[in-house]
């Protein structure tokens, strides 16, 4: 055999031999593709997620915290190119070092009490419970002019749990229909009326946000109100529609109530909490407090989008069954009412008019 030939043959072999390579390659490299894109899919999640905490938590101005998160942004893009590139353990060791790092940072953030609040969140509501008896310090009862514009009124009032008739929901939407503020309003023997509100505290200035209300942005925060104060300030101020359900329980449940709203709001004075857009919100708590008093209660994504709540409720049996679910919610409607009524002495008799009372459970 010629030396051309022997050549020739070692070439092909070459040729041969890469091309066995090459698809050996290929095939191994497909789970690797996949895994490097689950990995960029997973760090771009966490990434994004450092990025708002930073900017909600981050201390100063919008200078600070726009460097900040730009600095997050551009390390965390740096570590996913070099993912993107094979650089494994570059890439996966450099962002979870990184990102350990923000989640002790962020685990380091408390809840606090003392901040400049905004002055219709500037007071907590405690309760001291002797007997029956139930004394409320700092309970709301401002006379709103415009949203900005009011006379502030924090006073002490004190109720007898035997005296207690009625719980209600009064829910007030703002925007869709599927977002409202859920109030709860106990009514006592003689026409009095004390509403619990579960509250973001608001700093001097500082403006609700839901994107917010994910990253520790506002502590949570019980008000006793007037019902003169808080509803009036929603639908006549604030242009709220409101509307209101008279609620079927026993006696016993809506004392255990009216006792776990004091509790907590107590609580939260000893240990502050952040409220949370999700977890921790003035419908979730509500549920929590119930399912602790009546036993388990089902969970629903309606819990969740509080604005259909009523429909849970009738669900449960919580409503009055005499009427449908739309008749409620016509009959409830206590938006003109309210507005009618104003600054009136009966205000909470005059929004109630044409509401059919409801007996309690045995």
């Not at 996949?34 to 997620?49: D, Q």
């Not at 009490?113 to 409320?136: I, Q, Y």
């Not at 109720?159 to 009625?166: F, G, H, I, N």
Request: charged share 20%; net charge positive; glycine share 8%.
């Amino acid at each position: 055999m010629s030396r051309i030939t022997r050549r020739r043959m070692t070439a092909a072999h070459r040729r041969e031999s890469e091309q066995v390579v090459g698809m050996s390659g290929a095939g191994a490299g497909f789970p690797g593709l996949a895994a490097t894109r689950l990995g960029l899919f997973v760090m771009i999640l966490l990434a994004t997620w450092g990025c708002i905490a930073l900017w909600y938590q981050v201390p100063g101005g919008r200078a600070l915290k726009s460097a900040s998160a730009a600095l997050w942004t551009a390390l965390s893009a740096a570590l996913m190119v070099a993912l993107w590139q094979q650089r494994f353990a570059t890439a996966v060791l450099g962002f979870a070092a990184a990102f350990g790092v923000l989640l002790i940072w962020w685990r380091s953030l408390t809840p606090c009490n003392n901040r400049l609040w905004a002055h219709d969140v500037a007071e907590m509501t405690t309760g001291a419970v002797s007997g029956d008896r139930v004394t409320l310090q700092n309970v709301r009862n401002f006379d709103w002019h415009t949203n900005t514009d009011y006379t502030q009124r924090w006073e002490t009032r004190s109720y007898d749990v035997q005296y207690l008739r009625s719980v209600d929901l009064i829910l007030s939407y703002w925007s869709s229909r599927a977002i409202a503020h859920v109030l709860i309003s106990f009514g006592f023997e003689g026409g009095d009326h004390v509403v619990f509100s579960v509250e973001i505290r608001r700093r001097k200035g500082q403006e609700f946000s839901e994107v917010g209300g994910f990253f520790k942005e506002f502590e949570l925060s019980i008000i006793a109100a007037d019902e003169r104060d808080v509803i009036r300030v929603r639908t006549n101020v604030r242009g709220e529609d409101d509307y209101l359900y008279r609620i079927r329980l026993p006696i016993s449940a809506m004392r255990s109530l009216f006792l776990a709203y004091v509790n907590q709001a107590n609580s939260l004075v000893e240990a502050p909490r952040f409220y949370n857009t999700i977890k921790v919100n003035c419908t979730t708590l509500v549920y929590h407090m119930m399912s602790h008093i009546l036993g388990h209660l089902p969970w629903d994504y309606r819990l969740l989008l509080s604005g259909y709540l009523p429909a849970y409720l009738y669900r449960v049996g919580g409503l009055d069954a005499r009427y449908t679910l739309e008749e409620l919610r016509a009959i409830g409607r206590i938006t003109e009412p309210a507005k009618k009524s104003d600054r009136s002495a009966t205000f909470s008799a005059d929004i109630r008019r044409g509401v059919p009372e409801i007996e309690p459970l045995e």
